[in-house]
């Protein structure tokens, strides 16, 4: 069974960074973490969930939502197999709930709809102050 453990959020002034961690669990030696596409999304009380960031199985290819590129920068180490959002220059129009994504196809690049995920985190809860 696929576990997907999101942890590093918490409260932070505007301005400020903080750096989420997914940790994958479960994938199989004929399907290991490192040959799957991988996202952040995030959701705001009363919004829908939305696209943050994906990163292709090989790390190389990367993408993100407009409101964030720039600032935001997703990575992943695949000995830890864990995939990281590092988030900079935060605002309060970031606090949501961070979830991470799993596709559980092999060897696909970018993806951006939440129905190409099928695997997710509980979810860590980010809050920015002004």
């Known amino acids: 069974q696929v576990q997907l453990v999101e942890s590093g959020g918490g409260l932070v002034q505007a301005g400020g960074s903080l750096r989420l961690s997914c940790a994958a669990s479960?994938?199989?030696?004929?399907?290991?973490?490192?040959?799957?596409?991988m996202g952040w999304f995030r959701q705001a009380p009363g919004k829908e969930r939305e696209f943050v960031a994906a990163?292709?199985?090989?790390?190389?290819?990367?993408d993100y939502s407009d409101s964030v590129k720039g600032r935001f920068t997703i990575s992943r180490d695949n000995a830890r197999n864990t995939v990281y959002l590092q988030m900079n220059s935060l605002k309060p129009e970031d606090t949501a709930v961070y979830y991470c994504?799993?596709?559980?196809?092999?060897?696909?690049?970018?993806?951006?709809?939440?129905?190409?995920?099928?695997?997710w985190g509980q979810g860590t809860q980010v809050t920015v102050s002004s």
């Open positions: 994504a799993a596709d559980r196809n092999l060897y696909r690049t970018i993806l951006h709809e939440k129905s190409d995920y099928d695997y």
């Open positions: 479960g994938l199989t030696f004929s399907k290991p973490f490192s040959k799957h596409a």
């Open positions: 990163i292709s199985w090989t790390g190389v290819n990367t």
